[in-house]
């Protein structure tokens, strides 16, 4: 079992449409990362938490400690988030583990 | 404006030579780290270094090699050894105890001809 997982791996939806992105990991973190990849290939970092809630633009990021969970969230979505969504937690022993990523796509 | 240089951006190589990817950080970050992606899939861990003169193997180091002798520079050669080397290669960093965000290079696409 990866030590974090993310869901959903694909998910298409309208422009407009609230997203929601998950990300459950199963190891002590000290800090919790959602990055985001274009086509292109650039990573940029979006959020980096560590407990509570943060939000920029029409972005949110939401982090549970006791129940191991993050999530992220889009609202009023448009196609330039077409994106790959990456959650990626700091360990306790200071080693970056990665989801997998969740591949979203916003159709106008 | 602090950032991390990655060069090239692309590269070709032949068969049988060693090439190296430049990475270089003016952050004064303490750990940095190389990724490999091939199309469609997730990042995969190369190599990382927490401090100077100190690296340790990820979950694909076979064909690869790096050097830290210096704080801001992390080079990755890939070898001759490394039998699948076409990917987009992405390096990173971050302070040790990450009380800051993760930073990324652009990434070196490296083309095996």
């Known amino acids: 079992k990866n030590e974090v997982e993310q869901s959903p791996q694909n998910l298409t939806a309208q422009e407009g449409e609230f997203i929601t992105i998950n990300c459950s990991y199963s190891?002590?973190?000290?800090?919790l990362h959602w990055l985001q990849q274009h086509p292109g290939g650039g990573i940029v970092s979006l959020f980096m938490?560590?407990?509570?809630?943060k939000k920029h633009g029409r972005l949110i990021a939401t982090i549970n400690i006791q129940e191991k969970h993050s999530s992220l969230h889009i609202t009023a979505s448009h196609p330039r988030d077409s994106a790959v969504y990456i959650c990626?937690?700091?360990?306790?022993?200071?080693?970056?583990?990665w989801g997998a990523g969740t591949k979203l796509i916003i159709k106008p | 404006d602090g950032g991390i240089t990655q060069s090239p951006k692309y590269l070709f190589r032949k068969e049988g030579q060693n090439v190296t990817l430049s990475c270089e950080q003016n952050l004064n970050h303490d750990a940095m780290y190389w990724y490999r992606q091939d199309p469609g899939q997730g990042l995969r861990l190369i190599y990382y270094?927490?401090?100077?003169?100190?690296?340790q193997k990820g979950d694909i180091a076979e064909g690869y090699s790096v050097s830290r002798e210096k704080k801001e520079s992390f080079p990755l050669t890939v070898t001759s050894a490394q039998k699948n080397p076409t990917a987009f290669y992405l390096c990173a960093s971050h302070h040790y105890q990450n009380t800051g965000e993760l930073f990324f290079g652009e990434g070196s696409r490296l083309t095996v001809l």
């Open positions: 990626a937690v700091l360990a306790s022993n200071y080693q970056l583990i």
């Open positions: 190891v002590g973190i000290s800090a």
């Open positions: 270094s927490q401090i100077v003169n100190d690296f």
């Open positions: 938490l560590s407990s509570g809630k």
